[in-house]
Antibody
Framework: QITLEESGPTLVKPTQTLTVTCTFS??????????VGWIRQPPGKALEWLAL???????QYSPSLKSRLTITKDTSKNQVVLIMTNMDPMDIATYYC??????????????WGPGTLVTVSS | EIVLTQSPATLSSSPGERATLSCRAS??????LAWYQQKPGQAPRLLIY???NRATGIPARFGGSGSGTDFTLTISSLEPEDFAVYYC?????????FGQGTRLEIK
């Protein structure tokens, strides 16, 4: 059974750094073709893909946020961490992590965590 | 960046009817187009990937078609639990992008 769960602060102050952790089970980030991605969704708005890390260490970032994002994996803990710097009220959103496989391996973003709502306010 | 435009923004239908949702890409995405369903307060659920492959456990009433820049999600006979927001996603090019969503509401 594949599960993912996001954890992190629910409230950060403007200009602070957000660190959210995705803890997963039922698959391994050492398996070829496996990745974990982060997606966010402001209240009442559409989904926005942020970043992704693959089993082989390859990382991809949203160009519009690349300067503020860092994604890392810890395969021993089955965790993926997303760091977003210089938080702003525009970053208020539910942050999701999801398992992902490349097009020649399988389905995209097929298992999702329940999400964690992050508010930015002083 | 590939822009995905979904239409209509809102679709009003009744249970038992057929629903057709559209997703148009600003440039070709080959066959690498997926569809997600999202209900209030829940994470998105993958329905269809690579244009027409149903994800695990997805009922046969959900079908996908298209290629290149024009794609369609068809729900053959709407069930009450199908009323939700639907998003398309492309993974042919980085960055991965989502459409803005179609809200399927009960008429």
């Amino acid at each position: 059974q594949i599960t993912l769960e996001e954890s992190g602060p629910t409230l950060v102050k403007p200009t602070q750094t957000l660190t959210v952790t995705c803890t997963f089970s039922g698959f391994s980030l050492t398996t070829s073709g496996v990745g974990v991605g982060w997606i966010r969704q402001p209240p009442g708005k559409a989904l926005e893909w942020l970043a992704l890390v693959y089993w082989n260490g390859e990382v991809q970032y949203s160009p519009s946020l690349k300067s503020r994002l860092t994604i890392t994996k810890d395969t021993s803990k089955n965790q993926v961490v997303l760091i977003m710097t210089n938080m702003d009220p525009m970053d208020i959103a539910t942050y999701y992590c999801a398992r992902h496989t490349p097009s020649n391996y399988g389905a995209p973003l097929d298992y999702w965590g329940p999400g964690t709502l992050v508010t930015v306010s002083s | 960046e590939i822009v995905l435009t979904q239409s209509p923004a809102t679709l009003s239908s009744s249970p038992g009817e057929r629903a057709t949702l559209s997703c148009r890409a600003s440039q070709s995405v080959g066959s690498y187009l997926a569809w997600y369903q999202q209900k209030p307060g829940q994470a998105p659920r993958l329905l269809i990937y690579d244009t027409s492959n149903r994800a695990t456990g997805i009922p046969a009433r959900f079908g996908g078609s298209g290629s290149g820049t024009d794609f369609t999600l068809t729900i053959s006979s709407l069930e009450p639990e199908d009323f939700a927001v639907y998003y398309c996603l492309q993974r042919n090019n980085w960055p991965i992008t989502f459409g803005q969503g179609t809200r399927l509401e009960i008429k």
